[in-house]
């Protein structure tokens, strides 16, 4: 299906709730809800469909609440925002869409959900759901689930004696060396600003500081120019001093983060 005719047939064709008959026995009451995505025309076009049709099927009043624009567009923000609205315990917020990684902080906030909801969390990913419990108590349901994706050369695999593309870390890491050998003495020809802008990389992965854990993107960044740095003098037969943030054993020198 084209995406066009895709969103617009989210829009249009809004789904039916489930447990409707369960839920008619609250018709009449009102909810406010901050749904995900409003900063983005689609996802905001959507989350009215469902409202209307959640409304439509239960006569539960649905008002869809929204964010100032500066605030729906960072995610540092809008947590800010959030954690403000629950520790003054607003009368408008009854339901809202958070990040996998605000719950432990906006927990205290929130009720627990296994009393009523227990049943419809085992039909979701455990690690989803292990991770919207809370000193036992679940606080949230995931509303939609993304997942990451490897992409790799079939070109280089073969070329290198690789029959699969890895299957754990340890076979990335293993795969990604070798081609990188590979690939970079053949390339040994090159130099100067060409080489700079034709290095060959085996692994990129995702770096940039984002949806406010500024802690663990320090980190992460942190880790990722150490690893580059060193890298670099390696190849330019030079020592990394104070060691590696990275041990032999794989696992990462707290210390150099005492800071």
């Not at 409707?20 to 009215?48: C, H, M, T, W």
């Not at 996998?100 to 979701?124: C, F, M, Q, Y």
């Not at 870390?169 to 795969?175: D, S």
């Not at 692994?203 to 663990?216: D, F, N």
Request: net charge neutral.
């Amino acid at each position: 299906m084209p995406a066009a005719a895709g969103q617009t047939d989210a829009v249009d064709n809004a789904p039916p709730v489930r447990n409707v008959a369960e839920a008619r026995r609250y018709s009449g009451q009102k909810i406010g809800l901050f749904p995900f995505g409003q900063s983005v025309r689609l996802l905001a076009d959507v989350n009215d469909a469902k409202a209307r049709r959640f409304s439509q099927d239960t006569g539960i009043q649905v008002q869809v609440l929204r964010q100032p624009q500066d605030v729906a567009a960072s995610a540092t923000a809008a947590f800010a925002f959030f954690d403000g609205l629950l520790q003054a315990q607003s009368r408008d917020l009854d339901a809202l869409s958070v990040d996998v990684i605000w719950t432990g902080a906006l927990a205290p906030h929130l009720v627990d959900l296994n009393p009523k909801l227990s049943a419809e969390a085992r039909v979701h990913y455990p690690a989803t759901i292990q991770n919207n419990t809370v000193s036992g108590r679940l606080i949230g349901l995931p509303s939609f689930g993304d997942l990451g994706m490897l992409y790799y050369r079939t070109d280089l695999l073969q070329k290198y004696g690789f029959g699969a593309p890895p299957g754990t870390w340890e076979q990335l890491e293993q795969q990604a060396q070798r081609i990188v050998e590979g690939e970079s003495s053949s390339n040994s020809s090159r130099r100067g600003r060409e080489l700079e802008q034709l290095e060959f990389r085996g692994v990129r992965l995702p770096g940039r500081c984002q949806r406010g854990a500024h802690l663990q993107c320090a980190r992460v960044a942190s880790l990722l120019r150490w690893g580059n740095d060193r890298g670099e003098r390696q190849r330019h037969g030079e020592q990394s001093p104070g060691g590696g943030d990275v041990e032999p054993d794989a696992e990462v020198d707290r210390n150099r983060f005492a800071a």
